[in-house]
């Protein structure tokens, strides 16, 4: 018999661990996928979490994290996860999924949202949901076992542009939190060129904090000055880059190009 559990942001917490235990016996690959999020946008951003929770046979079958967001220019909305690129349900089947999505769409109702956002990677059906986005792309990368394969399979043009980079004699950090202020720097900057709100450092320091040992920065340095950045969040087998930047004018010594050499071999 299957039954879901709508969990509100004062049991969160509690079932926490229970979600953690379910995610890791399934060998999820991706950092995106962890119930910890609903912590780290609570912190980071001020959201609050909700957790749905489906059950078969009194054991957990499927999650659906969602955050509540509200805005005085935008509304208020129902969406899993906001920043991540990859959320919605993990479920054990379909029956599972829709029974979710059952509550899902109740939750939403009942916070008088203007829309729930359930940010999936393929379709899941469902007789509510009536519009699909569908021009976000994913470039993912399957990784050798040595830097040096990865090398190889890159194009002439593409390593003529890392060596470029490495020409400048650029230095490279790594580091969580002492590393925030570079990052920050020139995110922020890449962000204020092309016209895009920016995330404050809260979020990050969040990401840090509750994923400590599995999220970390990089830093690209032209003497003492950061020159490009980005965050890295390292899963099962699988390392994802949700914020990165450069700085415009630093383009013609493909910094951006070198970063994400250091950033490959990293991952490797």
Same mark, same amino acid.
């Given at each position: 018999?299957?039954?879901?559990?709508?969990?509100?942001?004062?049991?969160?917490?509690?079932?926490? $661990?229970?979600?953690?235990?379910?995610?890791?016996?399934?060998?999820?690959?991706?950092?995106?996928?962890?119930?910890?999020?609903?912590?780290?946008?609570?912190?980071?951003? !001020?959201?609050?979490?909700?957790?749905?929770?489906?059950?078969?046979? +009194?054991?957990?079958?499927?999650?659906?994290?969602?955050?509540?967001?509200?805005?005085? #220019? %935008?509304?208020?909305?129902?969406?899993?996860?906001?920043?991540?690129?990859?959320? +919605?349900?993990?479920?054990?089947?379909?029956?599972?999924?829709?029974?979710? #999505?059952?509550?899902?769409?109740?939750? &939403?109702?009942?916070?008088?949202?203007?829309?729930?956002?359930?940010?999936?990677?393929?379709?899941?059906?469902?007789?509510?949901?009536?519009?699909?986005?569908?021009?976000?792309?994913?470039?993912?990368?399957?990784? $050798?076992?040595?830097?040096?394969?990865?090398? !190889?399979?890159?194009? $002439?043009?593409?390593?003529?542009?890392?060596? !470029?980079?490495?020409?400048?004699?650029?230095?490279?950090?790594?580091?969580?939190?002492?590393? #925030?202020?570079?990052?920050? &720097?020139?995110?922020?900057?890449?962000?204020?060129?092309? +016209?895009?709100?920016?995330?404050?450092?809260?979020? %990050?320091?969040?990401?840090?904090?509750?994923?400590?040992?599995?999220?970390? %920065?990089?830093?690209?340095?032209?003497?003492?000055? $950061?020159?490009?950045?980005?965050?890295?969040?390292?899963?099962?087998?699988?390392?994802?880059?949700?914020?990165?930047?450069?700085?415009?004018?630093?383009?013609?010594?493909?910094?951006?190009?070198?970063?994400?050499?250091?950033?490959?071999?990293? &991952?490797?």
């Amino acid at each position: 018999m299957r039954q879901v559990r709508i969990c509100d942001p004062s049991e969160v917490l509690q079932r926490l $661990p229970v979600w953690e235990a379910w995610c890791e016996s399934r060998l999820i690959d991706s950092l995106s996928r962890h119930p910890r999020w609903l912590l780290v946008l609570r912190d980071g951003l !001020k959201h609050t979490p909700y957790c749905l929770e489906v059950e078969a046979d +009194g054991r957990t079958a499927g999650l659906l994290p969602l955050e509540f967001v509200a805005s005085r #220019l %935008f509304g208020r909305f129902l969406v899993g996860l906001p920043y991540l690129n990859v959320g +919605g349900v993990t479920t054990d089947g379909p029956e599972a999924a829709t029974a979710l #999505l059952d509550s899902a769409v109740q939750l &939403a109702d009942e916070l008088d949202v203007r829309h729930l956002e359930l940010r999936h990677e393929a379709e899941v059906p469902h007789r509510t949901l009536n519009k699909t986005l569908s021009s976000k792309v994913h470039m993912r990368l399957a990784l $050798p076992d040595h830097h040096d394969g990865l090398w !190889k399979s890159f194009k $002439p043009g593409v390593r003529n542009q890392i060596r !470029k980079g490495e020409k400048q004699e650029f230095t490279v950090l790594w580091g969580a939190e002492e590393r #925030l202020e570079d990052f920050y &720097a020139v995110f922020s900057q890449n962000m204020r060129d092309l +016209g895009t709100p920016v995330f404050g450092r809260r979020l %990050f320091r969040a990401i840090l904090r509750h994923f400590a040992g599995s999220a970390e %920065f990089c830093v690209v340095r032209a003497g003492r000055r $950061p020159v490009a950045a980005a965050l890295l969040c390292h899963g099962r087998g699988v390392t994802e880059v949700p914020s990165a930047s450069s700085l415009r004018e630093v383009n013609s010594t493909n910094a951006n190009m070198y970063l994400y050499w250091q950033l490959l071999q990293r &991952a490797v």
